[in-house]
């Protein structure tokens, strides 16, 4: 496990701190040259009513390039009065005749943008690594979900269908599946452009209008999106607007907004249940995919090449930042010492560093700041006992890099075993009967994802019943399909992403009762 020394420098420019902050009078829009010689125009403002304007204020912020540390741009920050442009858009754009666009227009649109993303896939892919950190393998595979989501829900915008309810002959009665009106949404940065996509795409295919904030580490994407929007003329003015900023300002603005009827979040545990409280003020429907701590069970009859290799995909796929991340790894004893053997070497073997290497597998942590948390989190690990089976530390050189982590020795009430990390680090576990380990991977708060390596049918449909998890994968793992359904349960969030179930998010059930004379 080696950084690639092929990382080619950056044109210089000064290491800045992170997220700085600050007031300036910068272009709409910066020429940008990524690090495999792909050049664009990244805009920079906020995208109100299909414009890129400046916010009230000129407030801006910095960029950074986690593979590099350094400065990719900067760009504008909305606050409240922005955010209440952007809204005031939206709900223009839904009264005006968004509400009942005709599933056609709106299935039209979807498809446009499937196409313009799928033109630009290899961009935007770039864009992601350079942003976010992210292997480019790894940003391959969210642009082409995003394509294959977008194409997905298109397909859904001429199914919102209500019934017919038989009462008797004295009444008529029906059922309608109307939009909601202004949705705030507000994404993370592990996933961009795919976070993105599963937000708008099905607010889009119910007639509904957005208001949308992306991450403050990772704006570019969604930003480039909304200028292929633009200059396509895919979408009505006011239907989309995309804002940048942060939490406390942006992020409160938009679950405070009484125009906005529903506020979907992708994010932590800790920020879900604080959206969901000052939702509840006003009322607004909400859907929250937050955190976990998914367990992966892998039992005696697994194949065990296989069955490392969906490990790996697990925990260190997208550089662990993954809500599902299969965190916590439990071996049935049979199997435990054959399999740990060969697993952290595999684990030794994941290549870490520049996202552009095509070899690399895990690129660089977000941000600084989740870089400490961390190597915080490895610190208590070895302090409250466990056994460090490979990596343990930061890799060498610049830009926030950590070596993939197995911890071994682990008992169930060590912090590395009940709380979320959101990095590269997996604890592992034996166990001895079917009966024991689902009681331990059901022990946690959380209840996103989980696991099962076997080549029994039997265990495989029996252990699934009985996890308590949103979305169990049997002999795959961080394995995504549009037409499946992705949520969590507990502590994990309320509320799907992507199938049919997402429909509902998105929609309110209209009841008409006709007497009949």
């Known amino acids: 496990m080696i950084r690639s020394a092929a990382f080619k420098a950056m044109p210089a420019r000064a290491i800045v701190p992170a997220l700085a902050r600050g007031y300036a009078n910068l272009p709409l829009s910066v020429p940008i040259t990524l690090p495999n010689g792909l050049k664009y125009e990244q805009p920079t403002g906020l995208f109100i009513n299909n414009e890129f304007v400046y916010p009230a204020q000129k407030k801006s912020f910095t960029v950074i390039s986690p593979s590099t540390e350094e400065e990719v741009a900067q760009v504008y920050e909305a606050l409240e009065e922005d955010v209440d442009t952007a809204v005031q858009a939206a709900q223009t754009a839904?009264?005006?005749?968004?509400?009942?666009?005709?599933?056609?227009?709106?299935?039209?649109?979807?498809?446009?943008?499937?196409?313009?993303?799928?033109?630009?896939?290899?961009?935007?892919?770039?864009?992601?690594?350079?942003?976010?950190?992210?292997?480019?393998?790894?940003?391959?595979?969210?642009?082409?979900?995003?394509?294959?989501?977008?194409?997905?829900?298109?397909?859904?915008?001429?199914?919102?269908?209500?019934?017919?309810?038989?009462?008797?002959?004295?009444?008529?009665?029906?059922?309608?599946?109307?939009?909601?009106?202004?949705?705030?949404?507000?994404?993370?940065?592990?996933?961009?452009?795919?976070?993105?996509?599963?937000?708008?795409?099905?607010?889009?295919?119910?007639?509904?209008?957005?208001?949308?904030?992306?991450?403050?580490?990772?704006?570019?994407?969604?930003?480039?999106?909304?200028?292929?929007?633009?200059?396509?003329?895919?979408?009505?003015p006011g239907v989309l607007n995309v804002i940048n900023g942060f939490g406390k300002t942006t992020g409160n603005a938009i679950t405070d907004h009484p125009l906005i009827k529903k506020v979907a979040f992708t994010g932590s545990t800790a920020t879900g249940k604080m959206i969901m409280q000052k939702c509840?003020?006003?009322?607004?429907?909400?859907?929250?995919?937050?955190?976990?701590?998914?367990?992966?069970?892998?039992?005696?009859?697994?194949?065990?090449?296989?069955?490392?290799?969906?490990?790996?995909?697990?925990?260190?796929?997208?550089?662990?930042?993954?809500?599902?991340?299969?965190?916590?790894?439990?071996?049935?004893?049979?199997?435990?010492?054959?399999f740990v053997k060969k697993f952290v070497a595999a684990a030794d073997a994941v290549k870490v560093g520049n996202p552009f290497d095509e070899e690399v597998l895990q690129g660089a942590q977000n941000s600084q700041m989740q870089l400490d948390k961390i190597l915080k989190f490895i610190k208590i690990?070895?302090?409250?006992?466990?056994?460090?089976?490979?990596?343990?530390?930061?890799?060498?050189?610049?830009?926030?890099?950590?070596?993939?982590?197995?911890?071994?020795?682990?008992?169930?009430?060590?912090?590395?075993?009940?709380?979320?990390?959101?990095?590269?680090?997996?604890?592992?576990?034996?166990?001895?009967?079917?009966?024991?380990v689902v009681k331990l991977a059901n022990d946690s708060e959380y209840g996103l994802a989980a696991g099962i390596q076997s080549t029994n049918v039997n265990t495989c449909i029996d252990v699934s019943r009985r996890l308590k998890a949103g979305?169990?994968?049997?002999?795959?793992?961080?394995?995504?399909?549009?037409?499946?359904?992705?949520?969590?349960?507990?502590?994990?969030?309320?509320?799907?992403?992507?199938?049919?179930?997402v429909l509902d998010n998105y929609t309110q059930v209209k009841a008409v009762r006709m007497a009949l004379h």
């Open 280 to 338: 509840s003020s006003t009322l607004k429907k909400v859907t929250l995919e937050l955190g976990g701590k998914s367990p992966h069970i892998v039992f005696d009859d697994a194949n065990i090449d296989v069955a490392i290799q969906n490990v790996i995909t697990g925990i260190f796929y997208n550089s662990g930042e993954v809500c599902c991340a299969g965190s916590r790894l439990y071996i049935q004893e049979g199997i435990y010492d054959e």
């Open 381 to 436: 690990g070895k302090e409250e006992g466990a056994t460090v089976l490979s990596g343990g530390e930061r890799a060498e050189g610049k830009g926030f890099f950590i070596k993939p982590t197995v911890f071994g020795d682990v008992h169930e009430d060590m912090r590395v075993v009940r709380e979320e990390i959101f990095g590269p680090v997996v604890t592992v576990h034996k166990f001895k009967t079917v009966d024991e």
């Open 94 to 236: 839904f009264d005006g005749g968004w509400s009942g666009a005709d599933p056609s227009v709106r299935a039209k649109a979807l498809n446009k943008i499937a196409d313009l993303v799928e033109e630009n896939a290899e961009l935007f892919a770039s864009i992601e690594a350079f942003d976010n950190g992210k292997s480019i393998s790894n940003a391959r595979g969210d642009i082409a979900l995003s394509v294959g989501c977008f194409r997905t829900t298109a397909g859904w915008a001429d199914k919102i269908t209500g019934s017919v309810v038989e009462t008797g002959e004295s009444h008529f009665n029906f059922t309608r599946r109307e939009p909601l009106g202004v949705c705030g949404q507000i994404i993370p940065w592990n996933f961009p452009l795919l976070m993105f996509t599963w937000k708008v795409a099905p607010a889009l295919a119910t007639n509904n209008t957005i208001v949308l904030k992306t991450s403050e580490t990772t704006p570019l994407s969604a930003l480039y999106l909304c200028k292929l929007l633009q200059e396509n003329n895919v979408l009505p």
């Open 471 to 501: 979305t169990i994968w049997v002999n795959t793992y961080n394995d995504f399909h549009p037409m499946v359904p992705f949520g969590g349960f507990g502590s994990s969030g309320m509320g799907r992403e992507m199938g049919a179930a």
